[in-house]
């Protein structure tokens, strides 16, 4: 799996957009980017999944760059629900027989 | 999305006892299940890779006879910590792939919050 290089923390303000960066330059063609969660003491939660192009669903937006080094994950109003880690995960498509390896993530505490 | 339970949600135990974890796929036959251990303001560590009907792959550095894990159906796979300490104290949470998005997805457990006093 690509590394994945992510900022320790990060704030947001209550109804604001959450703009989480994610730097994999290592990124092969055939791998994806997945996104989880983890709120305090309680299992990672999968977000969104992304090959190249952009993606949206119910819970947020992905956005990855054209030469595919970066993408970021968009929280497009922060409730403070959606306080906790997030992990950008890079891995192959094929892997379902293989654990996710999660990486140290990115604390987002949004406040009131 | 897959419906993982976990069981107990915590626990508490004194040392040199045995504690067992059970990680339930509710509506989706896991041929593998992963366990991961997760100490206080520290990420997700994969313990084992838990395979049904066969002997679980430990990660290095794992003692496989102090965390047995047991696959025994494709619903349900058990760890025993076994002579529990307080060092083992830790969350633990167990990981189902499913692959129903098309792609290796996965879907988590709870958790359990063990603590040997």
């Known amino acids: 799996d690509a590394k994945t290089t992510q900022p320790p923390s990060m704030d947001c303000a209550e109804g604001r957009a959450a703009n989480l960066p994610c730097n994999h330059s290592t990124i092969s063609g055939n791998e994806y980017v997945y996104w989880y969660r983890q709120i305090h003491s309680q299992g990672p939660q999968y977000i969104i999944h992304?090959?190249?192009n952009n993606e949206t669903n119910e819970m947020a937006s992905l956005i990855i760059t054209e030469d595919r080094k970066s993408s970021t994950l968009i929280l497009p109003h922060a409730t403070l629900r959606d306080t906790a880690v997030y992990y950008c995960i890079v891995r192959l498509h094929s892997n379902s027989g293989y654990a996710l390896n999660f990486g140290k993530g990115t604390s987002l505490l949004v406040t009131p | 999305g897959a419906v993982v339970s976990q069981h107990p949600s915590w626990v508490i135990c004194k040392s040199g006892t045995s504690v067992k974890i059970e990680c339930r796929s509710l509506d989706f036959q896991a041929t593998t299940m992963f366990w991961y251990r997760q100490f206080p303001k520290q990420s997700l560590m994969l313990m084992a890779t838990s395979n049904e009907g066969s002997k679980a792959t430990y990660e290095q550095g794992v003692e496989k006879d102090k965390f047995l894990i047991n696959h025994a159906s494709l619903t349900l796979s058990t760890l025993t910590v076994t002579s529990a300490h307080p060092e083992d104290s830790s969350f633990y949470i167990c990981?189902?792939?499913?692959?129903?998005?098309?792609?290796?997805?996965?879907?988590f457990g709870s958790g359990t919050r063990l603590t040997v006093v």
């Open positions: 990981s189902v792939s499913t692959g129903t998005r098309g792609i290796g997805s996965y879907t």
């Open positions: 992304g090959l190249k």
